[in-house]
């Protein structure tokens, strides 16, 4: 039974990957495209603590436009917000990954993204025995999507190219343990009669929100705030879209092996 659960992530997750790179495509993509017009302006910023304009050619150390290191590569492969819509190298002959283009990097990148959340989605739910099935798969989507993206997004909201950012080592750290105390406080809070328990989950939930996200300290960006904040709505409608659309699909197919069996 364990082989078929897995087996019913898998495919979910695939469906889910492909679903995922069409709403990208319709309203992630143009936004992105959109910011890297900007891409090269010098913002209207100064050096902090002083009047003087930052010198030309003077970059943000800890931008959003650096190139990411091994453990980011690996962590952006399980966001469905993929690294395929990142611009470094895309002009770069063979282009962005593994001589592929834009649209199938991302493609292949949603589709392992997705089978690895499926299968973290049914690695949980065997762990605290709660199968995923069809009558609560969308609920089983909504509490991955508040774990992985709505909780940590409070901090550290999805960025567009440009935008500032912290050290990444710090971001990392921080949205791995924002996702960890998130996953452990939703449980405690849902699964939980305890009331001691649900008030556990509750602090638990708030932790790195009190403890704080790093946070860049230049904020000047030439992307406008605008399109940022508007990336950042459509980034984490997508992603729920994309947790709604695995949690349903992974308990169609659960239902259907349990009624085969």
Known sequence: M??????????AGLIAGVFMTAAQEARV??????????????????????ETPAKEGETHNHSSLNAPSFPTDILAALSPVTPAYAHEGEHEEG?????????????????VAGAGFGLLLAG????????????????????????VHLLPAIGLPP???????????????????TI???????????????????IIGLVLIAAPHLYG???????????PAVLGAEFAVAAL?????????????????????????
Do not use: C
């Open 95 to 111: 282009g962005i990954m593994f001589g592929m283009s834009r649209f199938s990097g991302t493609l292949l990148a949603n589709l």
């Open 213 to 223: 996200a790093p946070q860049p300290t230049d904020i000047a960006s030439s992307v």
């Open 29 to 50: 993509v143009p936004l992105i495209l959109h910011a890297e017009e900007y891409e090269g302006k010098e913002p209207a910023a100064t050096v902090p603590g002083t």
């Open 180 to 198: 960890l105390l998130s996953s452990a406080g939703l449980y405690l809070v849902a699964l939980r009669p305890e009331i001691a328990a649900k």
């Open 159 to 177: 960025e567009l190219p440009g935008f500032p950012a912290a050290d990444l080592g710090d971001r990392q750290t921080w949205w791995v343990a």
């Open 237 to 261: 409608a997508t992603t729920l879209a994309f947790w709604l659309v695995l949690g349903v699909v992974s308990g169609f197919i659960n239902d259907r092996f349990a009624r085969a069996a």
């Open 124 to 147: 949980v739910s065997v762990l605290i025995g709660h199968p995923v099935t069809l009558s609560n798969g969308a609920l089983w989507g909504a509490f991955g999507w508040l774990a």
């Open 2 to 11: 364990i082989v078929k659960t897995l087996l019913a992530a898998v495919v």
